[in-house]
Structures are given as structure tokens and as C-alpha cells.
């Protein structure tokens, strides 16, 4: 579990929600202790995933680079 409460740290990301659903928002919060916690917007009860910043910032890397791509 996150050590603090990211509570108003979240940011939802720019390419989500463009459908006017809401489907496929991702939020993200960047936490003072070096990680970054990612949360589904549709379901907020759930825990979020959470990873360090390097790890945050080398996936980041990759879709801006076309890893993920179908």
C-alpha cells in the first residue's frame, strides 16, 4: 500500500477520455518518496499500481517510441 495519500496529487492523463465516455482514463500521481502510483479513473476504490519514478519514466520511453504499438 502507498506509504502517503496522493489525495489531489492526481493528474488524469491527456490522452484519456477523448471519447466523452470516460473509457480508458488513467491517472497518475508522482509521489515525494520517488514513486508514481497509477490508478484506473473509472474504478477508485481499487489499490493503485505503483512503481519507482526510474521505472515510470523508462515505460514512458517506450510508448513515446512505439514499443506498445499493435
Given at each position: 500500500m502507498?506509504?502517503?495519500?496522493?489525495?489531489?496529487?492526481?493528474?488524469?492523463s491527456?490522452?484519456?477520455?477523448?471519447?466523452?465516455?470516460?473509457?480508458?482514463?488513467?491517472?497518475?500521481a508522482?509521489?515525494p518518496?520517488?514513486?508514481?502510483?497509477?490508478?484506473?479513473?473509472?474504478?477508485?476504490?481499487?489499490?493503485?499500481?505503483v512503481?519507482?519514478?526510474p521505472?515510470?519514466?523508462e515505460?514512458?520511453?517506450?510508448?513515446?517510441?512505439?514499443?506498445?504499438?499493435?
Amino acid at each position: 500500500m502507498l506509504a502517503l495519500d496522493p489525495s489531489g496529487a492526481w493528474r488524469k492523463s491527456s490522452f484519456s477520455g477523448g471519447n466523452g465516455g470516460g473509457d480508458g482514463c488513467v491517472e497518475v500521481a508522482v509521489l515525494p518518496v520517488g514513486v508514481v502510483a497509477v490508478r484506473d479513473t473509472k474504478d477508485r476504490a481499487r489499490p493503485p499500481h505503483v512503481h519507482s519514478a526510474p521505472a515510470w519514466r523508462e515505460f514512458l520511453a517506450g510508448v513515446r517510441a512505439g514499443e506498445f504499438d499493435a
